[in-house]
């Protein structure tokens, strides 16, 4: 196994058609199926980053900026920001196209977590990311912010042991 990879091999783009079965009953996309693409999309790149079976560990917040309607097709793309000891942070954008009028619009963005796991499902190490492009490298500087956050707001570690989110709030008071 690689002991590093570059973010671009874990990029993975999906596209869907949004069916009468993936609607509610005001023709827009159902959040919930739109949560499991997601997961789908994010699961595929963090296998790619890792090569291993990988499990969700958290889902960020998603936020629902505009509403696919049915007959829309919708593209997702995903990338690994960061890996960490077992867990990488994947960025997932969803784009909303309306073909025949010819529009296509960002809905969705978020970050989900994933954790490598051997075949006994324990944790197991992945290599370390290169990012290379400046959103790559603006993602991967984020990301130890943001786990730490994740990691706060699950009670794993205390508030006072954040270091890269105090860092973060000296930053924004100077």
């Given at each position: 196994m690689k002991h590093e990879k570059f973010a671009k091999e874990s990029?993975?783009?999906?596209?869907?058609m949004v069916l009468p079965?993936?609607?509610?009953?005001?023709?827009?996309?159902?959040?919930?199926?739109?949560?499991?693409?997601m997961d789908v999309v994010a699961a595929i790149s963090a296998q790619k980053?890792?090569?291993?079976?990988v499990v969700t560990a958290s889902v960020d917040?998603?936020?629902f900026k505009h509403s696919p309607k049915?007959?829309?097709?919708?593209?997702?793309?995903?990338?690994?920001?960061?890996?960490f000891?077992?867990?990488m942070e994947v960025f997932i954008r969803v784009y909303t196209e309306n073909i025949p009028n010819g529009t296509k619009i960002e809905t969705n963005t978020a970050f989900f977590t994933f954790v490598a796991v051997d075949q006994t499902g324990r944790p197991i190490i992945?290599?370390?990311?290169?990012?290379?492009?400046?959103?790559?490298?603006?993602?991967?500087?984020?990301?130890?912010?943001?786990?730490?956050?994740?990691?706060?707001?699950?009670?794993?570690?205390k508030l006072k042991d954040a270091t890269s989110l105090h860092e973060f709030v000296e930053d924004i008071n100077n």
């Open positions: 990029f993975v783009t999906s596209a869907e079965n993936d609607t509610n009953p005001l023709h827009n996309l159902m959040g919930g199926r739109l949560l499991h693409l980053h890792s090569n291993r079976v917040n998603v936020s049915l007959g829309d097709t919708i593209t997702l793309e995903a990338h690994v920001t960061r890996a000891n077992s867990s992945v290599p370390k990311l290169i990012p290379e492009s400046e959103e790559e490298k603006k993602l991967f500087d984020g990301a130890l912010q943001r786990r730490e956050f994740r990691l706060v707001m699950a009670g794993r570690i």
